[in-house]
């Protein structure tokens, strides 16, 4: 841990799911998605300032989807995440990404969305819009193990950033895309 973690961690910004989104229809659990959420205590993703400037960046600079696995360490119900590594990716366009997994110290998995302009076909109006997990984006989270999952909405005026909880994805995964849930950054650290 390096010594600045705690200032880092102090004024970084933190993300806590308050209440479901109501909107969407929510299939009934199983026994594998009811252990799924049992073993998942994590409820709150911090990124240090360095790193969401860093992320931010990045994903305004990409006419392509990329992956970053992010890192840290984790205090109580809480992922504070302040590096990252790049997978090896396999593919890479402009609406999808196909990465080697992230490794075991990995406490959310990062890729962004370019933003291209409105589109109709997915009800996409604005960049906002764009910050969503599309079904592609569900069936990975869900698949792995990774608590969290982050996107960035790139090539935008300010940076654009919204998170889920892998839970989150498991319960809604039979929606057509996941947006972010409204409230997500309301909470800070004590």
């Known amino acids: 841990m390096s010594p600045g973690f705690g200032r880092l961690a102090a004024g970084a910004l933190v993300a806590a799911l308050i209440s479901p989104v ?8 199983t026994a594998t998605d ?15 300032p360095s790193l969401l400037r860093r992320v ?3 994903a305004a600079g990409l006419d392509r989807e990329v992956v970053l696995c992010l890192q840290g360490r984790v205090t109580g119900d809480s992922a504070l ?14 609406d999808q990404v196909q990465p080697l997994p992230c ?10 969305h370019p933003w291209t302009g409105p589109d109709s076909t997915f009800g996409v109006k604005t960049a906002e819009d764009l910050c969503s997990l599309s079904q ?6 869900v698949a792995d193990s990774i608590p ?6 790139g090539r935008t005026a300010q940076p654009i950033i919204c998170w889920w909880r892998r839970v989150q994805a498991v319960v809604n995964r039979h929606v057509k895309f996941l947006p972010r849930f409204p409230r997500q950054w309301t909470e800070g650290l004590p």
């Not at 109501?22 to 659990?29: D, R, T």
């Open 56 to 58: 931010s960046l990045l």
């Open 22 to 29: 109501a909107a969407f229809a929510q299939a009934p659990l």
């Open 103 to 112: 490794g075991r110290a990995t406490l959310a998995v990062w890729h962004n």
């Open 148 to 153: 969290f999952a982050v996107v960035s909405v």
């Open 34 to 48: 009811s252990a799924i959420l049992a073993s998942q205590p994590l409820k709150r993703l911090a990124l240090a």
């Open 136 to 141: 592609p984006d569900l069936r990975s989270v």
């Open 81 to 94: 995440v302040d590096d990252f590594v790049m997978p090896d990716v396999v593919s890479s366009t402009a």
